[in-house]
Nanobody, 123 residues
């Protein structure tokens, strides 16, 4: 099992930067990818950004010019930095981890989610 605990978020003024962090614990050696998703009211959960242990990143087209994701492998902590947030960025932000374990020829693939942290962009 992997546990994910997010921090950061809350009320953010438009144009101010937003920083989130998420620490993984438990079976962390099995984690290959970490990142962030978000879900706005009435919307489906959507990708924000992910990063692999080896550094490959993936960003949503809607935020890629304003977002940076980073991973501290030693601390099992993933970070999200968003510049110039606006009201459309208001959502619950979820930390995500993809884990692979078991035999190489038939690994078990499991996705883990944090409880989510509310981000509200408003003046």
């Amino acid at each position: 099992q992997v546990q994910l605990v997010e921090s950061g978020g809350g009320l953010v003024q438009p144009g101010r930067s937003l920083s989130l962090s998420c620490v993984a614990s438990g079976r962390t050696r099995s984690i290959s990818v970490m990142g962030w998703y978000r879900q706005a009211p009435g919307q489906e959960r959507e990708l924000v950004a992910t990063i692999a242990r080896r550094g490959q990143t993936r960003y949503s087209d809607s935020v890629k010019d304003r977002v940076s994701v980073s991973l501290d492998n030693a601390k099992n902590t993933v970070y999200l930095q968003m510049n110039s947030p606006n009201a459309e960025d208001t959502a619950v932000y979820y930390c995500y981890a993809h884990s692979s374990f078991g035999p190489v020829e038939a690994p078990q693939e499991v996705d883990y989610w944090g409880q989510g942290t509310q981000v509200t962009v408003s003046s």
